[in-house]
C-alpha cells in the first residue's frame, strides 16, 4: 500500500473512532461542513455594507420620531383602539364619536395605538374607517426590508417589546374609554383617566356573563384606584360610584353622550319582514334588558287593545337568553313577535322612524342610547324608570316599574291611544336631543384630561356641562 493510501485509511479509522466515541463531535462536523458555508454566506451578507446603512437609517428614523413625539408641545393622549378592528358596539361608538370630536382640535394630540403598534404585510384592516384629523396621530412603525435581519424576525421582537415602544412615547395621559387600561400600557408613566359606563356588576351582577363579572369585580376597583381622573356617562353612575365608596367626587366628571350615531344616517327602507304596524326595541336580547317582562307586558296590552301593534326586536341574542329566546320563538308562532336580528344602519333608522312607539324597558342602563335614537327619530319613548333613564330622557317618556308589566302596558296603551301624547313625547324628545352633542362631550373629556396632567384648558360653556 502507498504512503498515501495508508495515512488516508488511517485518517478514516480516526474519523469513525471519534465519531462512534464523541457522536455530538462528529454531528457538529458534519453541520459545520456542510451548513457552515450557508450560514457563513448569510453572516457576510447580513453584514454587508448596504444592509448596514440601511438599518442605520432606520434606527435614526425610529430615534427621530420617538424625539418628536416626546418633544410634543401639546397635551398628549394614548389611547387603544383594538374595538376597531371589531363590529362597534356601544363601547366602540363611544369612543368612535368621541374622537371625531376632538379631532380637530389644536390644543391636544391623541396618539391611537391598535391591536399592535408594528405594521406587517398579514395585519388585518379595522371595520370602520379611523377618524383622522390634526389632533390624532396612529403609532404604527414601520419595518422595511432589507435590514441586518430578517423583517419578520424583527417585527416578532418589536411586537414583543410593544410595552417599551409605548412607554417611549411618554404620554402625559393614558385614557381607557371602557373601564381598563390594557396591559400593553403598564410600563407607561402617564396620569391613568377610565371612563366606567356602569356599575351593572355591583346593581343586577345576574345579568352579567360569568366571565365579565369576574373582570368587572377584580379588577375595576383597583383601577379606578390608580386613576386621576374618572369618567362617568351620567350623573347616576357618579353616584353609583359615589354610594359603592369606589371614589370622591372630586375625581368623577360626569359626561353625557352626544345624540345616537344614527342621527347622521340617512334612513332606507325597513327589513323584509317587518310588520306595517309595530313597537320597537333595540339592544342585545339578555336578562338585563327586561324582555320577559315586556313580553308579559305586551300579551296584557293585546288583551286590553286588540288592535295593538307587533312586537319588534332588534339585536342578537346575548348571554343567559334560552328563556328570552324560547319565549320570542313562541311569540313568533302566534305572529306578534318579529326578531330581526342584526340590521344595517339605514335599516335601523328606518325602523325608528316607522315605529309607532319605542320601547325601553331595562333593569338597569348606564345611559340608554337608544332613548336618545327615539327622540331623534321623533318616535315616542316608553322606558323603565331608572335614574339613568330618568336623567336622559326627562319629560321625553313615559315611565313604568321595571317590575309592572301592568304598567307598562297601560303606558303604551295611552301612548297608542292618544295623539296628543305621541305629540308632546315627539316634541319634548327632539328638545331634549338637542341638548347632546359630541363637541361639548369631546371638550369636557379634554377638560378631565387636562385636570388629570396638571394643565389647564379653556373651560367648556356651561350647556357643555352635565
Known amino acids: 500500500m502507498e504512503p498515501q493510501e495508508q495515512v488516508a485509511t488511517g485518517g478514516r479509522s480516526i474519523r469513525r473512532a471519534l465519531a462512534r466515541r464523541f457522536p455530538r463531535t462528529r454531528r457538529l462536523y458534519n453541520w459545520i461542513r456542510i451548513q457552515g458555508g450557508y450560514y457563513l454566506r448569510r453572516l457576510l451578507a447580513m453584514l454587508s455594507p448596504r444592509r448596514l446603512l440601511a438599518t442605520g437609517a432606520w434606527l435614526g428614523e425610529v430615534r427621530r420620531s420617538f424625539a418628536a413625539r416626546r418633544g410634543e408641545s401639546r397635551l398628549t393622549v394614548g389611547v387603544e383602539i383594538a374595538a376597531f378592528w371589531e363590529p362597534l358596539t356601544g363601547v366602540g361608538w363611544y369612543l368612535y364619536r368621541l374622537l371625531e370630536a376632538v379631532s380637530k382640535r389644536d390644543d391636544v ?53 410593544e410595552p417599551l415602544l409605548i412607554a417611549a412615547d411618554a404620554n402625559e395621559v393614558l385614557f381607557a374609554p371602557n373601564y381598563f387600561l390594557p396591559r400593553r400600557f403598564r410600563l407607561a408613566a402617564g396620569s391613568r383617566v377610565i371612563t366606567v359606563h356602569d356599575l351593572g356588576f355591583r346593581t343586577v351582577p345576574w345579568t352579567l356573563r360569568d366571565e365579565t363579572l369576574r373582570e368587572l369585580t377584580g379588577k375595576l376597583e383597583h383601577s379606578i384606584f390608580e386613576a386621576s381622573r374618572v369618567i362617568t356617562v351620567s350623573r347616576a353612575i357618579k353616584d353609583e360610584l359615589a354610594r359603592y365608596g369606589y371614589s370622591e367626587a372630586d375625581r368623577v366628571r360626569a359626561v353625557h353622550h352626544g345624540p345616537g350615531h344614527l342621527s347622521e344616517v340617512a334612513a332606507g327602507a325597513v327589513p323584509a319582514g317587518t310588520p306595517a304596524s309595530f313597537a ?21 296590552l293585546r288583551r286590553r287593545l286588540p288592535e295593538a301593534p307587533d312586537l319588534v326586536f332588534c339585536g342578537h341574542f346575548g348571554w343567559k337568553a334560552e328563556m328570552i329566546q324560547a319565549r320570542i320563538a313562541e311569540g313568533g308562532r302566534e305572529g306578534w313577535v318579529h ?3 342584526y340590521v344595517s344602519e339605514e335599516q335601523l333608522a328606518a325602523l325608528y322612524r316607522d315605529a309607532s312607539v319605542v320601547v325601553f324597558p331595562s333593569l338597569y342602563e348606564g345611559f340608554g342610547l337608544p332613548a336618545v335614537e327615539a327622540f331623534w327619530s321623533g318616535t315616542p319613548l316608553v322606558c323603565s324608570d331608572i335614574p339613568a333613564l330618568r336623567e336622559v330622557a326627562g319629560d321625553a317618556a313615559l315611565y313604568a316599574p321595571t317590575d309592572r308589566p301592568d304598567l307598562f302596558a297601560e303606558r303604551v296603551e295611552r301612548v297608542l291611544e292618544s295623539d296628543e301624547t305621541r305629540r308632546q313625547l315627539a316634541s319634548a324628545g327632539r328638545k331634549r336631543v338637542q341638548t347632546l352633542s359630541w363637541t361639548r362631550s369631546g371638550q369636557t373629556t379634554i377638560e378631565v384630561w387636562s385636570a388629570a396632567a396638571g394643565r389647564s384648558v379653556a373651560a367648556a360653556s356651561e350647556e357643555a356641562r352635565v
Open 339 to 341: 326578531h330581526l336580528g
Open 109 to 161: 394630540r391623541v396618539r391611537l395605538y391598535g391591536p399592535t403598534v408594528v405594521d406587517s404585510p398579514d395585519m388585518v384592516a379595522p371595520q370602520v374607517e379611523i377618524p383622522a384629523g390634526a389632533a390624532l396621530e396612529r403609532v404604527l412603525h414601520q419595518v422595511p426590508d432589507g435590514l441586518m435581519l430578517p423583517r419578520g424576525l424583527i417585527i416578532r421582537l418589536l411586537r414583543r417589546l
Open 280 to 300: 320597537l326595541h333595540v339592544g342585545t336580547l339578555e336578562p338585563r334588558k327586561n324582555i320577559l317582562m315586556l313580553l308579559r307586558a305586551w300579551q296584557l
